[in-house]
């Protein structure tokens, strides 16, 4: 089993950044692949960026240019710096993790954390 654990939610206006982090306990591996996801109220849950052990990363193409996703494998913590935040970033941030070569949907992730919410203020 492995645990995550999101932080760094918070309200920003509009223009600001925010920087997630999201700390991984228990069966950890830098095998993993992580990412991000969000889920804003009364929508699905959507794919914002991956990271794979190698570094190598997608983005969801509403986010690109804005946030970046990175890993710290000694610290088994996965980022996600977001830049340039609009009303429509805001959602629930959730971190997952999974043996798989990508994560681009939901069902691709193994384990997820409990979520963080983001609010952007315009």
């Known amino acids: 089993q492995v645990q995550l654990v999101e932080s760094g939610g918070g309200l920003v206006q509009a223009g600001g950044s925010l920087r997630l982090s999201c700390v991984a306990s228990?069966?950890?591996?830098?095998?993993?692949?992580m990412g991000w996801f969000r889920q804003a109220p009364g929508k699905e849950r959507e794919f914002v960026a991956s990271?794979?052990?190698?570094?190598?990363?997608v983005y969801a193409d509403s986010v690109k240019g804005r946030f970046t996703i990175s890993r710290d494998n000694a610290k088994n913590t996965v980022y996600l710096q977001m830049n340039i935040l609009n009303a429509e970033d805001t959602a629930v941030y959730y971190c997952?993790?999974?043996?798989?070569?990508?994560?681009?949907?939901?069902?691709?992730?193994?384990?997820w954390g409990q979520g963080t919410q983001v609010t952007v203020s315009s």
């Open positions: 997952a993790a999974g043996l798989v070569v990508a994560i681009t949907t939901p069902s691709q992730a193994h384990y």
């Open positions: 228990g069966r950890t591996s830098s095998s993993y692949t």
């Open positions: 990271i794979r052990w190698s570094g190598s990363t």
